[in-house]
């Protein structure tokens, strides 16, 4: 079992949708987790860091589920501009993190 | 803000050529890292300096050395290239444990 997974994807959209990813981890350690956001093999960018009880930034909430091992993305009224790739981050509260593959979003005008 | 910056942005190498890949980030961050990214797969760790004067391994080390020299400047080096190392690598800082990462925008390289 991968330690970070998500499903790659694609998910089509149209825009002013809803659509939510989730990310699930195997080690139930972790500590921290992010939401990067990577465009056409860029360099990710920090989307949000996701807490315990939740957060919402915009159009954007994220959630934790420590006792089923995920979290998850939530975009509201989706644009154009969110077509990009999703990474899941994961971290066990040492140095290293974990990134998972990434689920792809294509917003569709 | 420059924040994190790699050079080269691009690079093309024979097989068995040496090669010095540069990042330094204006941070002040204690943490940095080495990633290589390829087509279908996550960012894979080579390399992590959790603080000046400390480096360690990651998930993919072989043939890849590092240097953290100083707080601002981590460098990758190929000492003798191989088209398996063809890829994107992006160098990271962070500012500690629990800390998100912030990433250079990568060097691409192809080794022929």
């Known amino acids: 079992r991968k330690e970070v997974e998500q499903d790659p994807g694609p998910f089509n959209v149209p825009e002013g949708a809803t659509v939510a990813f989730n990310c699930t981890y195997s080690?139930?350690?972790?500590?921290?987790f992010f939401w990067y956001r990577q465009d056409c093999r860029k360099e990710p960018k920090l989307l949000m860091s996701?807490?315990?009880s939740g957060n919402e930034d915009g159009r954007f909430t994220a959630q934790l589920n420590r006792a089923s091992q995920y979290i998850s993305l939530l975009i509201r009224d989706s644009k154009l501009s969110d077509s990009a790739t999703y990474l899941c981050?994961?971290?066990?509260?040492?140095?290293?993190?974990?990134f998972g593959t990434g689920t792809r979003l294509k917003v569709l005008a | 803000n420059a924040g994190v910056t790699q050079t080269p942005k691009f690079q093309v190498l024979k097989t068995g050529q040496s090669m010095t890949l540069q990042c330094a980030q204006d941070?002040?961050?204690?943490?940095m890292y080495w990633y290589r990214q390829d087509p279908g797969m996550g960012l894979r760790l080579i390399y992590y300096?959790?603080?000046?004067?400390?480096?360690d391994k990651g998930e993919v080390p072989n043939g890849y050395n590092v240097s953290r020299l100083n707080k601002r400047e981590f460098s990758l080096r190929l000492e003798s290239a191989a088209p398996s190392q063809t890829s994107v690598y992006f160098c990271?800082?962070?500012?500690?444990?629990?800390?998100?990462?912030?990433f250079g925008d990568g060097t691409r390289l192809s080794i022929l």
């Open positions: 996701v807490y315990s």
């Open positions: 990271a800082s962070s500012g500690g444990l629990n800390q998100p990462q912030h």
């Open positions: 300096s959790a603080s000046e004067g400390t480096t």
């Open positions: 941070m002040n961050h204690n943490s």
């Open positions: 080690n139930s350690a972790s500590q921290s």
């Open positions: 981050v994961v971290s066990p509260g040492t140095y290293k993190y974990i």
